[in-house]
């Protein structure tokens, strides 16, 4: 009983007063938010906090995103929004900043609206203008509390941009930005003004802005064409008489000066949206909702009545108050939002000489911000916040610059290339490498593991070593530069590799690889080719490395300064810079570029000098006996589509006798074990391998290694003799001949990653390479030496200076023991069977090293034939 009476109830007093509409309630809100700075025209210092504007803003976006769900259609409230461009008022409050926090709130409000709406706003005139202005406040340069939102904000547009790429000129377009200062210049003319906002009926007395009540008696913004005059006004706008106008034109010569500024800022506020429309025109052709463009969708908005003369008089009260108020720019800012008007046509001499005389008092953001470095003001506001101290904003100005990076788009791609944004990441990199203490030690280089995201672990809880922070922000901000050369266009990744390759890499690491701290540059550049993956800034890394020439070096005169001093590195009296730059050359060989590979070593062997053509024996020597001439001379090359990758060079008949060689090559007395077991080293090298042959398979390598003209005339011969006299195998490859030379002389660590370095480059399946390094049985050119030669040398002078060591036997099976057994080296080495000196442990390690050397060439061998059958 009682429920059907106040059902009845609520029917009868619907009849009486209709619910609001979702438009009545949306300009009600409007009006109540407006109505706070009507009544706090010279308190307008207390905190968005303590006022109803997040509130009414709320309340707004909640009818703007409702009234999407009932149709596919614009509703009133976003019409009303677009056609009274109420974002361009938010956008001068936000950027007068008052009340203080009105900036954060605005950029919320929008971010909100433009992710959450299913419309596709940013082509709207109306809209881009309006977040031109936001953008252009987001500037990292300077000190902001707020800079977590502005990051938001600047986020989600390039991702908007992302997603409808129409808008991309248009969002970024920074000229209409910077046309703001020059609309300040134009003058008030008040015969242009229609309506009057926001003004309220009565002035209240109360100066409490706590409990002030707000006026909903306001007069609300009716007209359609506020922001519209002269020609471009779509709507017909009912004249003013002419003594209202001349009314109010007397009423404005009264003002005082930082009046009229204000006034001419609200002005020139929403110029910008306007300047914008033929590049919105261009854009609304490809926009989803382009067949019906919410600009022209008819005014659903109801007239209201309203008086003007009232309204002028009201105008004029607010006037004369503020007048006799003490001066505040940013009070005076605010005064004159009651009348956010554009006058188009208020260019005059009289005007501009006044707008001189007044410049001195305007607050323009134009002004306060950075001068432009590119035409992206999308990019350039993200680019100020790379250098933030807080990482996550940081990381989110880094993701934006990705997003926008990596768009699909030729035209906005060269902007981004020709713009400084290379140059800044660049020099970022700088920064950061400089601030690396010298103390670290190399070693701690490589347990460094870490991504520039937000997925990489704290590094304010990670206290690993002195300066690790430091180390991880390096390599954090040099994945990040790696990632973007992979992920961006193409124009925009080449001008990023190319930068950082002259003003990083030419200009700062080749100094620092020959300073005193050679070691810690080594292992930091070592690193940073591990993790760099394959992308434009890799390829120009490695063209750093080895020269971007690929004829092959003069013997003494070498072309690139890096692998020059890299090889002078080598030869120094530091054992740790001798291990850290072969660690540097081992992984520029599992790189597995072509580039580095061709400088490094195959430019030298492709001519096939070091084989001599002359020796009787080649042919029995190189090939089997039941070799067909016509398979010598075929110079076929890996088919990949037809999958046939056997080589006779990779997988020769005489395999036993290549394995003999090797495996027999120490001699019986000196070896430690008692049967050549190199079976163990097989299941390593066979998983390796596999990937290397899929990794190498696109370089179009030769199959086969065949003299070029083994066809030749007698004629000819001569000087195909004289070009192999000539073989010089390169810088690279000789180091490596001499440091096996060296082996008795040197340290356990350095002849260990010397070895691992040799059997990676053996590992190749280039046939030629495998030819020079694995194959004993190859006529050699007089003179010229290979691998197996070079240890035939030094196995002869471990034979001779072995047997001297008193008990060399058991010392050699007491040191192999501490060798392999890692676990139980230290309580081998405490206690000593046998006495020796330093120099006869190096002597004897050098024989277990080359020991297991040759059963590891061995096992590459075996391992490529069987794969190659």
Known sequence: ??????????????????????????????????NFYVNHLNDAKVSIERTSIPKHLDHLLRLLLEEEKNGDEPGPCLEYTLQHRLLDLLATLASAETPPGMRLVCLSFLRKLLTKSKHPLLHQAAIYGSVQRMIAMCNGNLASPIENEEIQFLLCLCFLVCKYPHVTNIVNDSSNVAQDGEALHCSIDKSAIDKVTYIPARRMKNANTLFKPLNTQAITLMNP????????????????????????????????????????????????????????????????????????????????????????????KVSKEVESSKYDPVVAALNDIKDLRINEECLSSNGDEKSDQNSKHDITFSSSRNPEHSKCLLLDSLKSYINSADNTIRIRACEGIMVLASLDDPFFAEIIAKSDLSTILAKRLEVLFNLIPAQVESSDIEDIEVTWGLDSPLLINEKKFPGYQRVAAFFMWMDFLAQLSREAHSDVAEILAQTIRISFFEKVLT??????????????????????????????????????????????????PVLHRLIENCFTESDDLITETLKLFEAMIEKRDEHILHCLVLTYLNTRGYYDNSAADSAIASWSDEEDERVREKKGCMDITEGTSHSRTLAPSNIHRILNCFLSLLPRQLQTESDSNYGRYMGNWEKEYSIIVKNCALLAWPLEAVTLDDSASSDSRPEIDNCANRFYPGPFLSMLLDKISGIPKQKYEINLHLTILISKLALLPHPYLHEFLLNPLIPLTPGKKSLFICLQRLVKQLANEVPKIQNYKLILKELRLEMFNDCCAQESSDNKTYSRSKEEETLLESVIIVEEFCKELAAIAYVKYHHST
């Open 1 to 34: 009983m009682i429920s059907g009476l106040q059902i009845a109830l609520k029917n009868a007093i619907d009849v009486i007063a209709p619910p609001a509409t979702p438009l009545q309630d949306f300009t009600y809100h409007w009006k109540q938010l407006m």
């Open 225 to 316: 064409d506020l922001f519209k005059t002269g020609k471009h006004r779509p709507y017909h706008v009912d004249s003013v008489n002419k003594s209202s106008s001349q009314s109010e034109a007397s009423q404005e010569n009264k003002q005082p000066k930082h009046v009229q500024n204000a006034i001419t800022r609200s002005n020139s506020s929403s110029q910008s949206s306007r300047s914008s429309r033929d590049v919105e025109a261009a854009s609304e052709s490809s926009s989803p909702v382009a067949q019906q463009p919410i600009d022209n969708i008819p005014n659903r908005v109801p007239e209201e009545a309203e008086d003007d003369t009232r309204a002028s008089e009201n105008l004029y």
């Open 511 to 560: 100094h620092a690889l020959s300073a005193h701290h050679a070691i810690l540059i080594t292992a930091l550049v070592t690193k940073c080719l591990k993790n760099i993956p394959t992308s434009p800034l890799s390829i120009e890394m490695g063209r750093w490395l080895v020269g971007q020439q690929r004829v092959p070096d003069i013997p003494d005169v070498w072309c690139c």
